[in-house]
């Protein structure tokens, strides 16, 4: 019963995953929502794991890039809540803009613009962020 259970599960998720794996916006939104998560919860690991090479190359250790972003980027290290706001691909989703509002601390709210790249393996990558105060939507 309990394998049965898991193999239903399995092929959900499998359903789930194919149905979005050629949709670059959805693939870049679960990579910063992954990352935003792991911030919360202060694994450095996770959060370094969605970085793409360039950053890791900037930042060697999991532990000087979780450093950098806790310092550099608190609203995104600590975001209260966050929706994702518009997209723009380029290059037919090589590269992926998505702007990310965030409200974090004190209630201050944040427009954060993450650069996201396509990878060989067929990953998306962080492969920066601008962060700016900002209230509301004005698109990328």
């Keep these: 019963m309990l394998r049965r259970f898991a193999c239903l599960i399995l092929s959900m998720l499998l359903l ?11 693939n870049a939104r679960a990579v910063i929502s992954g990352q935003i998560n792991a911030f919360r919860s202060d694994d450095a690991e996770a959060a370094y794991a969605f970085a793409s090479p360039g950053i890791r190359s ?7 890039f ?16 966050y929706a994702f706001g518009r997209s723009k691909l380029v290059g037919g989703g090589e590269l992926v803009f998505q702007e990310v509002l965030i409200s974090g601390s004190q209630g201050k709210d944040w427009t954060a613009i993450y650069e996201l790249r396509l990878m060989d393996d067929g990953a998306y990558k962080v492969n920066g962020v601008r962060l700016r105060r900002n209230t509301s939507s004005t698109g990328i």
């Design 66 to 81: 979780l450093e950098m972003v806790r310092k550099t980027y608190p609203p995104v290290y600590r975001a209260d809540s």
């Design 16 to 26: 789930s995953a194919a149905s979005w794996a050629g949709d670059p916006v959805s």
């Design 58 to 64: 900037t930042f060697r250790t999991e532990f000087q």
